[in-house]
């Protein structure tokens, strides 16, 4: 038996016979033409047939896995209509006189030379995206289909990783689990993995290599070890666990309908994190108090022109009603940074994550600010409404969106439009600059929601998307933890509530701690909420000031 480390990105115990993913290699040769209008011609029914191919990959994974993962295809459909990735190929064929294949080639060579260089951790990402298209495009003019796979029987995929397009083809019935010698936590194989909820290990690295076809294998996504022929005592001892998960899965179920209450009385809400109407579904499945962060900006990212009011009203009424009367706390538009939408045009930023971003963005394009503002008043009739506002940074902030939701307000009355009164106004607390002033923010707000991604970013100064950083991006870190602690007790001094709708809000080591600071909410995936709900059922916070002891005194009361 042969025991290989990796890094665990979705949990789970997985027993199967290793198949290795093999990828048909597209060889292209140049060849010249005689005519370049037919050649031309050639290229825009192969770009067709692609988009068409993307169109019905987006649609499948959007229902098997859900529109984060979906969102990709949308991301190399605007690669294949991209004026300059197009103006490129009809110029090289039209210059050269060459074949419409060799041309794709080039230019998505070229492409991925400028992708490479760039000193931005999620445009040199784009350069397998750039790869998987330019294949496409080659198969479609070849008139190829990428080879199916055999995975007949319970696998477990192996490759160095997976592009979007090889992870949404998989026959999913079969594959119990993925390994990759490269990729991290974020990666499209870890997503991917979890969101279907099986084990998978990535970041292999050298002891990949030690792997062979239709070996046996058990894969324990927690721990990111790798059983390789495991012995008997082994598969005895995982089988056991693997059971215990099952057994825990089916406890877990039973929480349904049960309080978020600790066993002295301390309650917490427990909410979701959701993308878009389609996972509200998974939300109230796994019996959730409410959705704590709706990601307005995918209904932008998959958009080649902003989506209108009446469209915005529609999603935004059917979040609120389907809910029936739990609290809806939807995030305005937060585009920017490593979030680009095809329906704007966003300039190169040398530090995008210190750039226009978030309600920078929304004041910079004021026309379409106010567009979802009035979309969501309307909409807060349906229901109970929350607003949240992203990356703010000063209290003028706070007043100039009041003082524009005030402004519309007195539009709608105008026009004898109704809207709610007891809409909840929150911002979210993911700069330090806000913690600092976290008092005078409480008093002009309802509510605060921790962005912990960013604010660990921003604390540590570790870009959260550089996977060389990663040691140092810690949410866990003392001082992040510390400025949850004064945000919380700045919110509570001041008549707001505080949740937590960042990563960490799922980390079950640290609830009792956020129970002990106050932390009134914690919206998470959907999946996390029954495990959360076992954690707090199973604490006592008799012991609260050793806790906060624990985290560190940070204000004159300690």
């Known amino acids: ?15 199967g016979k290793v198949k290795f993913f093999r990828r048909d290699e597209v060889s292209v040769k140049r060849g010249r033409v005689e005519d370049a209008d037919a050649e031309l011609v050639r290229y825009l029914n192969a770009k067709r047939a692609a988009l068409a191919q993307l169109d019905e990959l987006y649609t499948r994974t959007l229902s098997e896995a859900g529109k984060q993962e979906a969102e990709i295809f949308s991301v190399h459909r605007m690669m294949i209509e991209d004026p300059d990735f197009n103006s490129s190929v009809e110029r090289i064929i039209r210059r050269q006189n060459i074949n419409a294949e060799y041309a794709v080639a080039m230019t998505s060579r070229n492409f991925a030379e400028m992708f490479s260089i760039i000193e931005d951790d999620f445009m040199r990402e784009r350069v397998a995206d750039v790869q998987d298209v330019s294949n496409r495009l080659v198969r479609c003019l070849m008139n190829k289909q990428a080879s199916q796979q055999d995975n007949r029987g319970k696998c477990v995929v192996c490759a160095d990783d997976f592009s979007p397009s090889e992870t949404a083809q998989m026959d999913r019935d079969s594959v ?11 990666s499209h194989t870890a997503i991917l993995a979890r969101t279907l909820g099986i084990p998978a290990v990535v970041g292999l690295r050298d002891e990949f290599y030690e792997i062979c076809d239709g070996d046996e294998i058990i894969v324990d996504g927690g721990s990111g070890l790798l059983y390789v022929d495991p012995d008997e005592e082994t598969k005895e001892r995982m089988q056991r666990r693997q059971a215990e998960e099952l057994l825990h899965r089916r406890r877990l179920n039973e929480l349904r309908g049960r309080d978020n209450i600790t066993r002295d009385g301390h309650r917490i809400g427990l909410y979701a994190n959701i993308g878009g109407l389609e996972d509200i579904d998974a939300a109230i499945l796994n019996d959730c108090g409410g959705i704590g962060l709706f990601r307005s900006e995918f209904l932008y990212l998959d958009s080649s022109e902003p989506p209108s009011e009446e469209l915005q009203y529609g999603i935004y009424q059917q979040a609120l009603s389907r809910m029936k009367g739990k609290r809806v706390i939807i995030r305005t538009l937060d585009i920017g940074a490593d979030k680009q939408a095809s329906c704007f045009i966003l300039p190169r930023e040398e530090n995008p994550a210190l750039g226009v971003r978030g309600i920078r963005f929304c004041f910079a394009n004021p ?5 979802q503002l009035r979309a969501l008043l309307r909409a807060s009739v349906h229901g109970r409404l929350g607003i949240m506002f992203p990356m703010i940074t000063s209290l ?4 100039e969106i009041k003082c524009i939701i005030s402004e519309i307000k007195s539009e709608l009355d105008e026009k004898k439009i109704a809207y709610s009164n007891e809409i909840e106004i929150g911002v979210m607390i993911e700069t330090p600059a806000a913690v600092m002033i976290s008092d005078m923010l ?3 707000v309802d509510f605060f929601s921790i962005g912990s991604n960013d604010l660990a970013q921003y604390a540590l100064a570790a870009d959260r998307l550089n996977p060389s950083l990663e040691q140092y991006h810690n949410a866990r870190h003392t001082a992040v933890l510390r400025m949850i602690k004064i945000a919380a007790e700045n919110a509570h001094a001041n008549g707001a509530w505080i949740g937590i709708c960042g990563e960490i809000g799922a980390d079950e080591e640290l609830t009792e701690a956020f129970l002990a600071m106050g932390v009134d909410e914690l919206s998470v995936t959907p999946t996390s909420i029954l495990p959360l709900r076992e954690k707090v059922l199973s604490l006592d916070l008799s012991r609260k000031e050793l806790i906060l ?10």
């Open 367 to 371: 026309e379409v600010f106010r567009t």
């Open 1 to 15: 038996m042969k025991i290989l480390q990796g890094k665990g990105v979705s949990q789970g115990i997985a027993f």
């Open 396 to 399: 003028e902030e706070v007043h």
């Open 442 to 444: 409480a008093q002009e």
């Open 176 to 186: 119990v689990s993925l390994c990759t010698s490269r990729g991290s936590a974020t």
């Open 549 to 558: 002891d624990a985290i560190g005194s940070v204000t004159a009361n300690n």
